[in-house]
């Protein structure tokens, strides 16, 4: 379906703001994992990571690590002429989710650690040379570092992090 998306953002505006919430998280469920991080991503970024603990931060960042290296987000489903001529959802996942976890970890409205930056950047670094390296991940013509999108220049923080 094609949406007028000026008048969509209108009626939105105009809209009910308790209506709009129950339709919302009534909906919620229909959503696949790449749409709920399009729309949603900031909102869970500065209203539920920005109340964990270092530590909660860091066993979220070890599990997308860990999940990364067991070929969680590894796309079985390309042809066998291996050509990877378009991102599919599961490969988008993991860039979303990569870029997601290196906003949180270098924006100055999350009150983290050095310590916590520090080992969270460190293992994401990881994960990302592997994909420079073409130790797929994810499987893509163009893997790398340009299909990670970050607000900040994370290499750059990391380098400027006390050792």
């Known amino acids: 379906m094609h949406f007028d998306l000026p008048s969509l953002r209108l009626a939105i505006e105009q809209a009910d703001k308790l209506e709009l919430s129950a339709l919302l998280t009534d909906n919620l469920e229909l959503l696949d994992e790449n749409s709920l991080f399009l729309l949603l991503s900031e909102l869970y970024e500065q209203q539920v990571v920005s109340q964990w603990s270092d530590e909660e931060v860091l066993d979220a960042v070890r599990a997308f690590y860990k999940k990364s290296l067991q070929g969680d987000f590894f796309d079985h489903s390309w042809g066998d002429d291996g050509r990877y001529d378009v991102i599919t959802p599961l490969t988008q996942s993991w860039y979303d989710e990569a870029g997601f976890w290196l906003d949180v970890l270098c924006s ?52 400027q992090l006390p050792q």
């Open 108 to 159: 100055e409205q999350q009150e983290r650690s050095r310590a916590c930056r520090l080992e969270g950047l460190r293992l994401l670094l990881v994960l990302i040379d592997q994909l420079d390296e073409e130790e797929i991940l994810v499987p893509h013509d163009t893997l790398g570092e340009e299909n990670v999108a970050s607000r900040y220049d994370y290499r750059a923080y990391f380098r």
